[in-house]
């Protein structure tokens, strides 16, 4: 049995321990069904407790010598590569990640966390000059106080990490909520890497639950100043306007409908090999995933043919299996809503020349052809193993593509012209783009984030540094100022 499979569902107050409501919870493993865990969710009462812990104990944590801060995510590094073994066994089961993923997602998690040892050292500040003689202004960053994370399933050690460790780095304390399907994955794994490497109790603090039973207070609760949500458009709308209402910031990582443009000078093979990259990893439920591949004429039936030959070699089922590439999808609810939409494809007139069969929660991949951008397979976020391949005439016709979505997170473009791809890149609604490379990129150090209905805010670097702190002004007088009316 994995160590991990044991914690309780609720790590609060330094503690492991069930939650308090009636309501039961199940962790089932997405490919067989198995039973993994057992959880009596979280109520409000512990809701309140782990925010009362969070902000009591950051008070301290703040003040902490930044050597310090920095040995415990040196330490959680440590502790990772020393589990490395487990916490692939846990993304295999939990998640329905194949081998591939599994160490595609620790590698992720190890290089944010690195990024995050540094930021202790990056909380700066500023002395900046004044109109009024003899006064010195400082200008200081300082930490939010509590951060409240929501995480996703697809992807939810990463995504999880990816607000955790930079709030935790930045003098925060932090309540996390990982989805109900990825608990421990998303969740208590965090708190155990965290509790080993020697945080301070309760300065983390993981709740699983519902939101049936706590509704908005996660985000309206008085004590967290800012909010990380990564997950579904309609939701982080919600989300954002809560957090709003209680003038709260809100940092969204939400949904995409990523473009890969293939123009007639690529390298096809290449482009072949990203765009299948790009949209099988991980079954295809990954917000920068390419749903849209946009294919010049010129080069259309090329591409297309050697993109559905690679495409029929992907080994589908048992993610333990480590052959496979293309696993289950996370629920019976995810397969339905993917095989309603292929039919609506089909019946739209778009031609799958690639259909495979549903297996339990396994969908094997479907591609389709004679897709044009008012169908639903343009519009609508794939969160699976289904693609789109759309053929245009020349550069305006691309940028019409593109641009015809209600999402921009990602994209990219091929083309042995690096700076006309830099052009059109340019006038793409997209947060990122990259140029002969896939849609799946994720640096941390690079601002990441989206426009329009991908989301609000920038993470990694700097840009982390700046989602969990604020700035605090303090002026000094050095000398007697002259006032108007003294």
């Not at 502790?79 to 089961?93: D, L």
């Not at 080069?299 to 993610?319: H, N, R, S």
């Amino acid at each position: 049995m994995n160590q991990f499979n044991l914690l309780k569902g609720n790590y609060i107050a330094g503690k492991w321990r069930d939650g308090s409501s009636n309501q039961q919870m199940v962790n089932k493993n997405p490919y067989n069904d198995a039973i993994i865990a057992n959880y009596q969710a979280a109520s409000l009462q512990d809701l309140d407790e782990a925010y009362q812990s969070a902000n009591h104990v950051q008070k301290e944590w703040k003040n902490t010598n930044p050597v310090i801060q920095r040995e415990v995510f040196e330490k959680a590094v440590s502790y990772i590569e020393e589990k490395h073994e487990s916490i692939v066994e846990i993304i295999i089961n939990e998640i329905g990640g194949t081998r591939l993923k599994a160490e595609f997602e620790i590698g992720l998690v190890k290089n944010i966390m690195k990024e995050a040892s540094t930021l202790p050292f990056r909380m700066d500040g500023k002395i900046l000059p004044s109109p009024i003689d003899h006064k010195e202004n400082r200008v200081y960053r300082v930490p939010v106080g509590v951060v409240g994370v929501i995480s996703p399933f697809n992807f939810p050690f990463f995504l999880s990490m990816k607000s955790v460790a930079p709030a935790l780095a930045t003098g925060n304390g932090v309540v996390l909520k990982p989805h109900e399907h990825t608990s421990i994955t998303g969740g208590t794994m965090i708190a155990k890497i965290f509790e080993e490497a020697g945080l301070p109790e309760g300065l983390l603090n993981v709740i699983t639950t519902e939101i049936s039973e706590i509704g908005d207070h996660f985000v309206a609760h008085p004590i967290p100043r800012a909010m990380s949500f990564t997950g579904s458009t309609k939701v982080g709308k919600h989300i954002g306007a809560v957090a709003g209402k209680h003038l709260k910031e809100a940092h969204l990582e939400l949904g995409g409908n990523s473009a890969l443009v293939v123009l007639e000078d690529a390298d096809i093979d290449l482009a072949v090999s990203a765009a299948v990259f790009s949209r099988f990893t991980h079954q295809g439920q990954i917000c920068m995933s390419a749903n849209r591949l946009i294919v010049h004429e010129a080069i259309y039936q090329e591409f297309v043919d050697k993109y559905t030959a690679k495409v029929a070699t992907l080994t589908c089922g048992d993610p333990s299996d480590p052959s496979t590439i293309i696993g289950p999808l996370i629920n019976e609810q995810q397969v339905k809503g993917t095989v309603a939409l292929i039919e609506k494809g089909i019946e739209e007139g778009a031609v799958p020349v690639i259909r495979g069969e549903v297996k339990g929660n396994v969908v094997e991949p479907v591609v389709f052809t004679n897709v044009t951008p008012d169908m639903s397979l343009a519009k609508e976020e794939l969160f699976a193993p289904v693609v789109s391949i759309m053929k245009v005439k020349n550069d305006q016709e691309v940028l019409s593509y593109a641009n015809n979505s209600l999402y921009g997170l990602s994209g990219a473009i091929h083309t042995r012209n690096v700076e006309r791809g830099a052009e059109l890149a340019k006038q793409m609604d997209t947060g990122m783009i990259h140029i002969n490379d896939g849609t799946i990129n994720d640096e941390p150090n690079v601002a990441f984030g989206g426009v329009k209905n991908s989301g609000l805010g920038r993470l990694n670097g700097d840009w982390s540094l700046d989602a969990f702190t604020t700035t605090k002004w303090i002026s000094i007088q050095h000398k007697a100022r002259q006032y108007p009316y003294s």
